[in-house]
């Protein structure tokens, strides 16, 4: 099997895998294989399609992973918290108490019935079961919650 045949089919895996996945650095990767695909029917050595492979690969991950981010963020302006993703959807919605948030103190919350650890965004405020609150932030796997006004 000839080299360029090689690179097609392993760019074409990496956009499958892109499809799927929808993480930016496998279509980064079938880029450079493209690339390196090119400079193989170009007459290039496998050490200079290495090279073009490894140098296209860091050029679209630089290129494409700001663009990405500032898509995201029109979105998120233009469509607000629907266009969120991940934690960052959790940000302003209502959670209902389970476990009591005492000042300085983690205590837990559920929101769109999911259990989460939770602290008081402001020291000396605490939350009794049952209680609304809205989240105003996370840190790792922590949310920070709010009085609902």
């Known amino acids: ?20 996945s929808q993480m930016v650095w496998t279509l980064c990767l079938a880029i450079a294989c493209a690339a390196a695909l090119a400079a193989c029917l170009l007459g290039c050595s496998l050490p200079v399609q290495l090279a073009v492979l490894a140098i296209a690969s860091v050029v679209a991950y630089l290129v494409l992973v700001p663009y990405f981010k500032r898509m995201h963020h029109l979105a998120t302006e233009r469509e607000g918290p629907a266009a969120r993703t991940g934690m960052d959807a959790l940000i302003g919605m209502e959670a209902t108490v389970v476990q ?12 769109d019935g ?6 008081a965004r402001h020291d000396g405020e605490a ?23």
């Open 1 to 20: 099997m000839t080299t360029w045949i090689i690179w097609l089919i392993i760019a074409a895996v990496l956009v499958i895998i892109e499809i799927i």
């Open 100 to 111: 009591s948030i005492e000042p300085g103190r983690l205590g837990r919350v559920k929101v």
């Open 114 to 119: 999911d259990n989460w650890q939770a602290r």
């Open 127 to 149: 939350f009794m079961i049952g209680q609304r609150v809205r989240i105003h932030a996370y840190d790792s796997i922590i949310l920070t919650v709010e009085n609902i006004k």
